[in-house]
């Protein structure tokens, strides 16, 4: 039979059954959690080796040494939901990054442009309601700060993808796989839980945004407008926080804490993103037809024809860099 399956049913390429996404979304989180708890026991090792001073296991050395190890520990989700995919789902493992089971750079250069443009735009909001642009100023030694921001430059956008390939690439194709809806609420509430519980407004803005990054992600077919996203606002948040010497300070704060009025900001942030990207698709399918990014496989005679062609075409899908 002709089939054009869009982005949150490709789950649906390999071995399916009504039990197998909830099988595998299982066994991602418990390959999840051994990974991350092997990368602690190693920092923990590695730290005492160096004579380092480990508090009770509330800290591993200091608060910099934590916030770059929980950083490298969400970067792990990637591996895994790419391993997983390919030898539980027994799928091509491309298909988390798009529909044609591979990045589209030119397409992912598009909107990381338009999200660092909006990354800033939501980041001077926040500090100008909440403090003075004044604060925005380097407060640290110079050369350690370039230091820190070659680290975050390389660990912040492979964060940032581990998330968008567990909740937005893993989690809404494994759910999706019974029903869209289901994936794209399944997904939003993965991605805010991964933030841990805070206030209800927090709540609100990570899982109204977690629903409106699915939806960009079904509308164009592939993670790049998520990922893209993220890092930006990430990377800009926390390349601003080591400036003022932030990482050295131990803060649990995660965007689950937000206020009411960060929210309507970060929600504003949101939709303006939105916005953009729907421009520049029509934009992109007049003046650059292509970059204009597919929403859905070609079609198919039979999945398993499918999974022949995208691993010819994606055969280095397993390895992604930000």
């Known amino acids: 039979m002709h089939e054009e399956l869009t982005y949150e ?21 418990l390959v999840a959690a051994t990974a991350v708890c092997g990368l602690v026991v190693i920092a923990l090792a590695v ?10 296991g509330a800290s ?18 990637l591996p895994v939901t790419l391993g997983v995919a390919r030898l539980v ?11 044609v089971g591979r990045l589209r750079w030119r397409w992912f250069a598009v909107c990381g442009c338009l999200a660092a443009v909006v990354a800033v735009l939501v980041i001077v909001a926040l500090v ?7 604060d925005l100023r380097l407060t640290i030694d110079p050369w350690r700060f370039l230091g820190l921001a070659v680290l975050l430059v390389v660990l912040v956008p492979l964060q940032a993808a581990g998330e968008e390939y ?21 997904s939003a509430l993965a991605f805010t839980l991964l933030h841990g519980i ?11 945004g977690g629903v409106i990054w699915a939806l960009l992600v079904i509308r164009t077919g592939g993670l790049e407008v998520s990922i893209a996203a993220h890092a930006a606002t990430n990377l800009f948040a926390f390349v601003a926080t080591a400036a003022t010497g932030g990482l050295d300070i131990a803060d649990t704060t995660t965007a689950a804490d937000a206020t009411l009025g960060s929210t309507l900001i970060l929600l504003g942030g949101d939709l303006t993103y939105m916005a953009c990207v729907i421009v520049a698709l029509k ?5 650059r037809p292509g970059w204009m990014p597919a929403n859905r496989t070609p079609a198919i005679e039979k999945a398993e024809t499918s999974i022949v062609q995208v691993e010819a075409n994606g055969a280095d899908a397993s390895a992604v860099h930000r």
């Open 9 to 29: 049913r490709l789950a649906r390429l390999g071995f399916h059954r009504w039990w197998t996404p909830l099988a595998a979304v299982l066994a991602a989180a």
């Open 166 to 186: 567990a909740t937005r690439g893993f989690v809404l194709q494994a759910l999706g796989a019974y029903h869209r809806w289901v994936g794209i609420l399944g």
């Open 283 to 287: 934009v992109v399918a007049q003046h």
């Open 89 to 99: 789902q027994r799928r091509p493992a491309g298909m988390l990054h798009s529909v």
């Open 60 to 77: 591993i050395g200091s608060p910099l040494v934590d916030n770059l190890l929980a950083l490298a520990s969400i970067a792990l989700l």
């Open 47 to 56: 730290t005492w080796a160096l004579g380092g001073n480990i508090d009770d």
């Open 128 to 134: 100008s309601v909440y403090g003075s642009l004044a």
């Open 198 to 208: 805070g206030t209800w407004s927090g709540f609100v803005a990570l899982f109204v």
